[in-house]
């Protein structure tokens, strides 16, 4: 039962321009949403989350939207840069103290 | 500020062979710990959290156990490694914040066991 999904397993856009990750969930149950990126062989980076009660939140050029009555949330990413190219994985939780159900990533590569 | 460790950073084990992955946090007090583990291609799956000394919930029954002898430090385990046990183990933590408790968790750098 996969109840976060990235549906997309890569995506390549030029340098400058924007990318946008898309994840859907299915438990109704989770309150709080995350994204992470990931280097091979190194451990998740946190890198920005948002929770049920807004719709929006935005860090430098990362932002995360959420659509709850779809289930749906994005980041993005604007400029895109070469540096983060990378696999981004979004996440959820139900609890605090619990620990976060993850989606199976998304290759995001950004060409000069 | 505060920093997690894992080790060791690579193992390469035989099947029927015990197991066991260390992590430690500094830094911090009381902290939340997990363990996942992300198989090939696959996004990371949780395996075990802690909210304290001794306490454990295990989210997948599977042949691995989890410990926490002391606050900051969280060990994996098991007896007998099946090849399916191959993967990249990853440690968490997440801290307590009072009542603004935060949802964010910190990953460590990692163990790639290989099961043969």
């Known amino acids: 039962d996969q109840q976060v999904k990235q549906n997309s397993p890569s995506l390549s856009v030029q340098e400058g321009r924007i990318s946008i990750l898309n994840c859907d969930y299915t438990?109704?149950?989770?309150?709080?949403f995350l994204w992470y990126k990931k280097y091979p062989a190194e451990g998740p980076t946190f890198l920005i989350s948002?929770?049920?009660?807004?719709d929006k939140n935005e860090d430098g050029r990362f932002t995360v939207f959420l659509n709850k009555s779809a289930k749906h949330l994005s980041l993005h990413i604007v400029p895109s840069q070469p540096g983060d190219s990378a696999v981004y994985f979004c996440?959820?939780?139900?609890?605090?103290?619990?620990?976060?159900?993850f989606g199976e990533g998304t290759q995001l590569t950004v060409n000069p | 500020s505060q920093t997690i460790h894992q080790w060791p950073a690579t193992l390469v084990q035989p099947v029927g062979s015990p197991l066991s992955l260390e992590c430690t946090v500094e830094?911090?007090?009381?902290?939340?710990l997990y363990w996942y583990r992300q198989a090939a291609g696959r996004g990371l799956q949780l395996l075990f959290y802690?909210?304290?000394?001794?306490?454990i919930s295990s989210e997948v029954p599977q042949n691995l156990s989890a410990s926490r002898p002391q606050d900051r430090q969280f060990i994996l385990s098991s007896k007998k490694l099946l090849l399916s046990d191959s993967g990249f183990y990853l440690c968490?933590?997440?801290?307590?914040?009072?009542?603004?408790?935060?949802?964010?968790?910190?990953f460590g750098p990692g163990t790639r066991l290989t099961v043969t």
């Open positions: 968490a933590w997440r801290p307590l914040r009072g009542t603004a408790s935060s949802y964010e968790q910190y």
């Open positions: 438990n109704s149950m989770f309150d709080y």
């Open positions: 948002i929770s049920s009660i807004k």
């Open positions: 996440a959820a939780s139900a609890a605090f103290f619990m620990g976060l159900t």
């Open positions: 830094g911090t007090s009381n902290p939340n």
């Open positions: 802690s909210v304290g000394i001794g306490q």
